[in-house]
């Protein structure tokens, strides 16, 4: 059974970084391509970054671009989120996802396997 488990959550001030964790367990991680998504109280589910497996390509979202930075450690089956220059708008519910394609993918239904989310809040 594949289990992903977020840690890293928090209350920030606005303009302040945090950095989440998602350990994978119960598949080689290094042929699962990564994402993080988020949903805030009343919307739907957003995209937020990517990284694949097969060639450590990114994808992020507009709204993070050179804010956020996904990375990997295939020794650990981590994933990581680093977040900088936060702001009130980012806050949400964080959900690490995994999936079995080869490719950086923004779409959510390409991922097989969903941790259980961990909550960011960012007050202005």
């Known amino acids: 059974q594949v289990q992903l488990v977020e840690s890293g959550g928090g209350l920030v001030q606005a303009g302040g970084s945090l950095s989440l964790s998602c350990v994978v367990s119960?598949?080689?991680?290094?042929?699962?391509?990564m994402g993080w998504f988020r949903q805030d109280q009343g919307k739907e589910r957003e995209f937020v970054a990517t990284?694949?497996?097969?060639?450590?390509?990114?994808l992020y979202a507009d709204a993070v671009k050179g804010r956020f930075t996904i990375s990997r450690d295939n020794a650990k089956s981590t994933v990581y989120l680093q977040m900088n220059s936060l702001k009130p708008e980012d806050t949400a519910v964080y959900y690490c996802?995994?999936?079995?394609?080869?490719?950086?993918?923004?779409?959510?239904?390409?991922?097989?396997?969903w941790g259980q989310g961990t909550q960011v809040t960012v007050s202005s």
């Open positions: 990284i694949s497996w097969s060639n450590g390509h990114t």
């Open positions: 119960g598949r080689t991680f290094s042929t699962l391509t």
């Open positions: 996802a995994a999936g079995r394609t080869s490719w950086a993918t923004r779409e959510s239904h390409l991922y097989d396997y």
